[in-house]
């Protein structure tokens, strides 16, 4: 069975203005400072809570000019967290006081939450689902990745490949929201019957990944996959983990990434620095001439 979610990966704009809000408004730890391995002109940051540990994981491609995406079937709608149950008040009033309008609080599924979008327009929901902390308890810091939810045109095809193939189990429904359940996170799916493709951009999910302990379960994942007539990538490094990468049945990017090596193989504060793969350090000074300068990082 997958044990969750490992991270969640959005487009969003201007990079210092993600870097801040993440940072200053939402309390994560920016624990990764590095490019898009794929394109390197383009940062990538990681955020998560103070250890990196997967399951608190969001990270971003910031693309200063990118026009907002567009909305529709074929992606993950947001980013959903859990936070501390009696946190919703306080959170409310730190994103007015930021400028952020919030919804809420509403219920689903039994669970109270807010929303909000931040300043690139990506759906936020923080889910009043996890204990105060022991040592703090009025501490309304983020606890980890709450769910997913994904929105289906055809929703059946994705029922049927969360179920036969990836281990989830079905739990309910609410209205047009159908909810399945691996090791305790939950994944939504959304039906937009008729609805058009999303169109990604800033404010959008790019993929959602999903963790094993070790390559070797990540190797049976990958063999299992292939069996049922997936199209998943090879085995790719991405320094900090490793993965592979699938479309679901409706078109939603799923990666299913290792716990190790972890965030903290290649310094001591992750988030210090611009850290590069060791395949791209020969070219660092034409990398960093690429990208935005950024202020002091927390
Ligand atoms: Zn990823």
Known sequence: MLPGLHHVTAFAGDAQTNLDFYTRVMGLRLIKRTVNFDDPGTYHFYFGDANGTPG???TFFPWPAAPPGVAGAGQAAGVSFAVPKSSLEAW????????IPVTGPRTRFGEEFIAFHDPHGLPVE???????????????????????TLCEADP??????????????????????????????????????GAGRAKPSAGSVHHIAWRVANREEQDEWRAKLVEAGLRVTRVIDRQYFRSI????PGGVLFEIATDGPGFFIDEINPG???????????????????????????
Not at 156 to 163: C, G, I, K, S
């Open 245 to 248: 990468y699938f479309r679901e």
């Open 272 to 298: 210090e620095s611009l850290k590069l793969p060791p395949w791209l350090e020969p070219i660092r000074a034409s990398i960093e001439r690429r990208l935005a300068p950024l202020e002091a990082v927390r």
């Open 156 to 193: 059946q095809r994705t029922f049927a490949a969360l179920e036969d193939t990836l281990g989830f189990r079905y739990v309910s429904n609410e209205g047009d929201r159908t909810r399945f359940d691996v090791a305790g996170t939950p994944l939504d799916v959304v039906a937009m019957p």
């Open 56 to 58: 608190t994981i969001l």
């Open 92 to 99: 409310t009033d730190r994103l007015r006081k930021a400028g």
């Open 126 to 148: 923080l889910f009043a689902s996890a204990p105060e902390s022991a040592n703090a308890p009025d501490d309304p810091s983020i606890v980890r990745l709450h769910s997913a």
